[in-house]
């Protein structure tokens, strides 16, 4: 059967159903899934040595003839395969173990080219388990740059470069997305030519050019698509009206006990100006932690009420979704403002009503958790949506809240700071505003960083603080397999604390606990009955308790930086002086530069700058909840370069074509539609 890049692997040529399946956990399914399994890096075989000129500690590669193949057997479980091969300057010791099957390769005589790290052992020149291939054979496995792909158990890599070998030649007929004129403007190589050169380069300088190619590609997809969500927003029209006189928004920031920011107060007027022109409000409202994004948020929310809408906010927790109404609804009900509740949580009764005062437009502002998105709530005139914690929210959660208004505008709160460049592929539809102040009288938070051998004394001197007075979290160390064995894992740390302090009483807080249990934990806490919460990560975002002041971060390398600076976030909220501890014992040189950051840095921004150049973009907001399509070569770290030329070629090519109408533009308007499926009105792109 020919070959496409949909047909399916496990009719390719040595794979079947149960290879199929080790290849599935990789996430290829079809010969273009394998075409697109990109190395991870390249061992460098393409230059021939001889063997007296191989030292030890370096990869090389050689040509030799076997001369001598013997098996031992020196414990049960375990064979070792024995060969010598010769060159005509020198003779070398090869090495397999559990490998007997290559003695029937291996034959005296036979002429291979072999590459590996070479050794020395017992006065003499090793390579353990190297790669080899028969002098007429040679070219895949040695003998040049060679590909090194992510891999599963039982699946080797002479497999897998076999099977990508195999699928290459989709490569020619790779419908390129990059138009011709911008490819050759840019220098950069036929699609085709950069598909195998990736794979299998003839050198590093093609890699290279390869490697930049691909790059572009994915970040000219993006930033053209952004472009396009950029014009659809703009061609939208507004339905709803605001009235320029603010007698509730005004009325609540003199309320307040506290003067605004300088930030504050130009993120409202940055708003005010979108909910006056022409168009629905799209803004990016980004604050590091403590910044003050809630009281923006209050007060669009109270802009949308006093010209005579509704207005919703949107949480990604129970637990914040109650804390924005505990806080927001006595400052509302002063003003005369009803507003309700809705989160999986709500009793029958309560929700009943919830659901009718919405619907006839008594309740006036609504918040909630993704309950807002469930059929059954209906608004009489939503004008505007807020969602707080946006990458915590898929794109068409976002579009299903919205469409329950008349185009209304959209208020993005995170406070998740994102680089720029990031922001820009991320969320390049969206206006941006910085909330880039923090209050006065907030401190900084004192970060420690601490290894596990110190646990004793931390934990000694963390007893002495909760038995004065302060409160303190424990966070549990990070555990990848299920929310039930994290919340098993939180539930023996809770118990072993409670174990160290008999005298004091300990909390415990996880994703498993139903929605009562959360609340009646958080509310014990709050209310200082509490001492110690024991916590997983559900406690990351928006949790406020002034009297905490000590934060404990178990297994700190286990998390990323963002996500450690939106614990640390925590604490710092009171008047006291607070403390982060973070307990590692990171194994690698950027485990212990990531806690060194932690240590030195209280910004946001620069903490995720760091962040995105030590674990990438994926890592950083959470992999596909964000809406970015999947990158597999891009590096939006390293690639600012192509970024800025991506933005300047994606601008000029939709001021020629506007809807990707040309035929020449055909393959990248379906890549595009493909990318942004779930956010892009086809009717934009013709």
């Known amino acids: 059967m020919s070959v496409t890049p949909e047909t399916p692997v496990q009719f390719l040529r040595g794979v079947g159903p149960a290879r199929a399946k080790d290849l599935e956990r990789l996430g290829i399914r079809t010969a273009g899934d394998l075409l697109r399994h990109f ?37 049960p479980r375990l064979s070792v395969l024995h060969a010598v091969a010769r060159d005509r300057s020198g003779a070398i010791l090869l090495v397999w173990f559990n490998q007997s099957f290559r003695r029937r390769q291996l034959q005296p005589g036979r002429e291979f080219v072999f590459s590996g790290r070479v050794q020395w052992q017992k006065g003499r020149l090793q390579v353990e388990n190297p790669e080899y291939e028969p002098v007429e054979e040679a070219g895949l496995h040695t003998g040049r740059i060679v590909p090194v792909y992510p891999s599963a ?25 990059v138009p011709e004129e911008v490819a050759a403007r840019l220098g950069l190589p036929p699609a085709p030519r950069a598909w195998r050169d990736i794979h299998l380069p003839p050198d590093f300088e093609a890699l290279q050019a390869a490697r930049r190619r691909l790059a572009f590609d994915e970040i000219f997809t993006i930033l053209v698509g952004v472009g396009l969500l950029r014009r659809q927003a703009a061609a939208a029209a507004r339905e709803v009206t605001y009235s320029p006189q603010r007698p509730l928004s005004d009325a609540f920031v003199r309320s307040l006990p506290f003067a605004l920011t300088g930030a504050q107060r130009r993120a409202m007027e940055e708003i005010d100006a979108d909910l006056l022109g022409p168009r629905p409000m799209n803004r990016l409202v980004q604050g590091d932690v403590g910044s003050g994004k809630t009281v923006v948020a209050a007060w669009a929310l109270l802009r949308a009420v006093e010209s005579g809408h509704q207005a919703a906010m949107m949480a990604p ?122 209050p006065p009288g907030r401190q900084p938070v004192r970060t420690l960083w601490r290894g596990e051998a110190a646990r004793e004394r ?22 990848e397999e299920s929310e039930q064995v994290e919340a098993s894992a939180a539930t023996e740390w809770a118990e072993r604390v409670r174990r160290a302090f008999p005298d004091v009483p300990v909390g415990l807080l996880h994703g498993r606990l139903r929605p009562r249990e959360k609340a009646e934990v958080m509310a014990a806490f709050a209310a200082g009955k509490v001492r110690i919460l024991v916590t997983t990560t559900v406690v990351e975002v928006g949790v406020d308790v002034p009297n905490a ?39 690698t040189p950027e485990g212990r530069e990531r806690m060194r950051v932690m240590e030195r840095e209280h910004d946001g921004f620069r903490i995720a700058e760091a962040d995105l150049q030590l674990r990438g973009p994926g890592e950083v907001l959470g992999t596909r909840q964000h809406g970015l399509p999947e990158l597999a070569v891009a590096d939006l770290a390293r690639d600012q370069d192509l970024v800025a030329l991506a933005q300047q070629e994606a601008e000029r090519l939709l001021q020629a074509d506007p809807g990707l109408e040309r035929p020449e533009h055909r393959a990248l308007r379906e890549r595009v539609q493909a990318a942004f499926a779930d956010r892009l009105d086809r009717a934009v792109v013709s």
Not at 60 to 75: D, L, M, N
Not at 155 to 176: C, E, F, I, K, T
Not at 552 to 580: N, P, T
């Open 39 to 75: 190395p991870r890096r390249y061992d460098d075989y393409s230059q021939l040595r001889a063997v007296a000129a191989l030292r030890p500690g370096e990869q090389a590669t050689f040509r030799a003839e076997i001369v001598a193949v013997e098996e031992t057997r020196p414990r």
């Open 153 to 177: 158990a039982g699946l080797s890599q002479r497999y897998l470069r076999r099977l990508v070998a195999q699928v290459l030649p989709l490569a020619d007929g790779w419908r390129d997305a």
């Open 317 to 438: 927790t129970e637990i914040l979704a109650q804390q924005h109404a505990e806080r927001l609804e006595p400052a509302f009900r002063s003003l005369g403002v009803r507003l309700a509740l809705l989160t999986g949580s709500t009793d029958r009764a309560a929700r009943e009503e919830a659901l009718r005062a919405v619907a006839e437009g008594e309740a006036q502002v609504v918040l909630g958790t993704h309950a807002l998105i469930e059929e059954r709530v209906a608004f009489r005139d939503l004008a505007l949506v807020v969602t707080d914690e946006q990458h915590r929210f898929g794109v068409r959660q976002r579009a299903r809240l919205a469409a329950k208004g008349r185009n209304p505008d959209l208020l993005v709160m995170t406070a998740t700071p994102i680089p720029r460049t990031l922001a820009l592929t991320v969320y390049g539809d969206l206006d941006l505003t910085v909330i880039d102040e923090r």
């Open 458 to 479: 931390i934990y000694a001197w963390l007893g002495e603080q909760v038995r004065a007075g302060r409160q303190a979290y424990i966070v549990c160390p990070l555990v």
């Open 549 to 587: 002041s000590i934060m404990i971060v178990e297994g700190a390398d286990r998390f990323g930086l963002a996500q450690l600076h939106q614990l640390r976030g925590r604490v710092g909220r009171g008047s006291e002086r607070s403390y982060c501890v973070l307990i590692a014992d990171p194994v």
